[in-house]
């Protein structure tokens, strides 16, 4: 996901490439199991001060179930907006000031190469919900024998109630 932007740098602002993405992501990040590979179009826009990426990318990964345990497979939708900004002056040479704020991740190289890799890495990892489900009505496992309930119920007994609860437990059997 490096592209040399050299000529469109030198461009004036609204110069603009597109390029469509077909990468494999499988050691882009240790967190991230991707089953797909990472497909979409990404467009250049020269500005002012760098160059402005836009696009929508999309793969599947393998996540696990924070319910029943098992491994499913998500589709991830990623949508780039980011700026990049020359570390050298494309005519002069001369190194350019870092902004204070600016990440090392948007930042192009002494080379003019413009790296999508930590900024779609990010956005995966921002697309991945904290708490994934195989499916909304997933029922879990039983938390006595681990049982997982989307297989069937289990032989467990009803839970113990502590005795301080007994009381509110006959109020709702009557």
Not at 66 to 88: D, G, K, N, T
Not at 124 to 153: D, F, T, Y
Request: overall charge negative; hydrophobic content about 35%.
């Amino acid at each position: 996901m490096r592209y040399n932007v050299s000529q469109l740098l030198k461009e004036q602002s609204g110069g603009m490439r597109e390029y469509s993405l077909h990468e494999e992501i499988g050691q882009i990040d240790p967190d991230i199991v991707a089953l797909t590979t990472l497909d979409g179009d990404v467009r250049f826009i020269r500005t002012a001060d760098g160059i402005l990426v836009l696009g929508k990318l999309h793969t599947s990964v393998e996540l696990m179930c924070s319910r029943c345990l098992e491994r499913f497979s998500l589709p991830v939708q990623v949508a780039l907006e980011e700026e990049f900004l020359p570390s050298i002056d494309i005519l002069t040479g001369a190194s350019l000031p870092v902004l204070p704020d600016q990440e090392q991740a948007t930042m192009i190289d002494a080379h003019h190469i413009l790296d999508l890799t930590e900024v779609v890495r990010q956005n995966i990892l921002l697309a991945i919900p904290p708490s994934p489900v195989c499916r909304s009505k997933c029922a879990g496992l039983c938390p006595h024998c681990g049982k997982n309930w989307n297989e069937g119920p289990c032989e467990c007994k009803e839970d113990n109630i502590d005795p301080r609860m007994q009381v509110l437990k006959q109020l709702l059997d009557q």
